[in-house]
């Protein structure tokens, strides 16, 4: 539906919405105490998180997907072995973080580069630009060419990290500094279609879940298709942004396609928050007692007349668009759009769950004749 057609618009507000979502296992689980590591048997893309030690891997892992406030990370202990984590809480944020030691060593025999790397979908290499990085880039090009050499489909994300210490001259020369040596060293060495992506990122603001917002969104075969889906809801609704949030970690896995400023995201984010917190104080504890459910929406008015608008998706997504209040006059047509643009995630869904379901089986089967590290973790 047009947005220049709303007078026909007509929605009933007892639609039923489905959840194709699994219940998720929240926390982290310890992994083996050896370097030993079986591939994941779901098929879920896995994340590795690697760095010099007190880079901030952890912290990161902490803030991003378990609520720890930044400042109870100072109190977090080294890491001295590899801590697998499950992330399942929704069913497009699906995937396993491992956080390694820093003083990891790849020529340690109990480190399989085959089956670490092999089954890997991003690396992220957290670098402190609080410190002297130099080492830290060797250690990045060390690990950046072993995995590639394993594994040439990693995307590698290059986390420059505490840029909060620093003022924004600084940070910008760091992010230059780091990115022309890291590159120069792979040319030299003759990695040059080895892609790597770099963001400055502080647990204390919002630059690190917008930039795992990406990393996470590289690893979304479905992507295309979401900012489509956005592309269409927002052209037609009169909205300016709108963001595909994944409540419990605040992660945007869609956006449409204007560019995305962090403003806006933060506002979002904040709203989220907001939401969340309202409804754990007042709401009414259900079976499960969750504070978002198919009835979450939320209106919020700022003072420049700037209208925030957030939709349920399903029990783990939100939408949150930011819109002016003039075309909010409007707001039977943007609830009508909104309920086609869910029914085109249900259909998503779907697809996305049939094929999860063949891959499993073919996993499954395959098992008993390969061994793990070959088999495909992508979806
Ligand atoms: N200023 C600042 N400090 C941070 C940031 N992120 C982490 N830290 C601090 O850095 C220190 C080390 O953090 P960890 O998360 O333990 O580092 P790690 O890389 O996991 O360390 P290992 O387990 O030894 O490899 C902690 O005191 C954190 O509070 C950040 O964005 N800014």
Redesign the pocket.
């Known amino acids: 539906m047009s947005y220049e057609q709303e007078e026909e618009d007509h929605y009933g507000p007892g639609y039923e919405v489905g959840s194709y979502t699994k219940d998720y296992n929240d926390g982290p689980y310890d992994g083996e105490n050896d370097m030993t590591i079986s591939t994941n048997p779901e098929g879920k893309p896995r994340i590795l998180l690697m760095?010099l030690?007190?880079?901030?891997?952890?912290?990161?892992q902490k803030v991003v997907f378990h609520k720890m406030s930044?400042n109870e990370?100072?109190f977090?202990e080294?890491?001295n072995k590899i801590v697998k984590d499950e992330i399942s809480n929704s069913s497009f944020v699906q995937f396993q973080i491992w956080?390694f030691?820093?003083q990891v060593d790849f020529f340690d025999q109990n480190f399989d580069c085959e089956i670490i790397f092999g089954g890997c979908g991003a690396l992220v290499f957290?670098i402190d630009a609080?410190d002297d990085y130099m080492d830290a880039l060797s250690k990045l090009n060390l690990t950046v060419t072993k995995a590639y050499k394993v594994n040439p489909n990693i995307r590698f994300e290059v986390f420059i990290?505490?840029v909060?210490?620093l003022s924004d001259d600084h940070k910008i020369e760091a992010q230059r500094d780091i990115h022309q040596r890291a590159n120069d060293e792979l040319m030299e060495e003759g990695f040059e279609s080895v892609n790597l992506s770099f963001y400055l990122?502080?647990?204390?603001d919002h630059s690190?879940f917008e930039a795992f917002s990406k990393v996470v969104q590289k690893l979304i075969p479905q992507l295309p298709t979401l900012e489509n889906l956005l592309n269409i809801f927002v052209s037609n609704s009169g909205i300016e942004k709108a963001f595909l949030f994944d409540v419990v970690s605040k992660i945007y896995i869609a956006t449409d396609s204007s560019p995305v400023d962090m403003q806006s995201y933060e506002l979002c984010c904040d709203m989220i928050d907001v939401v969340v917190d309202i409804s754990c104080i007042y709401g009414i504890k259900e079976n499960d007692g969750a504070a978002f459910d198919n009835q979450s929406l939320s209106l919020i008015k700022l003072d420049n007349s700037t209208i925030l608008y957030l939709r349920e998706v399903n029990r783990f997504l939100a939408l949150v668009c930011i819109l002016r209040e003039h075309h909010f006059a409007r707001q039977g047509l943007i609830d009508y759009n909104f309920v086609c643009f869910r029914q085109a995630i249900q259909e998503v869904f779907e697809v996305r769950m049939q094929v999860q379901q063949a891959h499993t089986n073919v996993h499954n089967a395959s098992d008993l004749i390969q061994p793990l590290n070959t088999v495909a973790i992508k979806d």
């Open positions: 760095g030690r007190r880079s901030g891997k952890s912290s990161i930044p990370t100072l977090l080294s890491t956080d030691p820093g957290v609080q990290h505490k909060d210490g990122t502080s647990i204390y690190i």
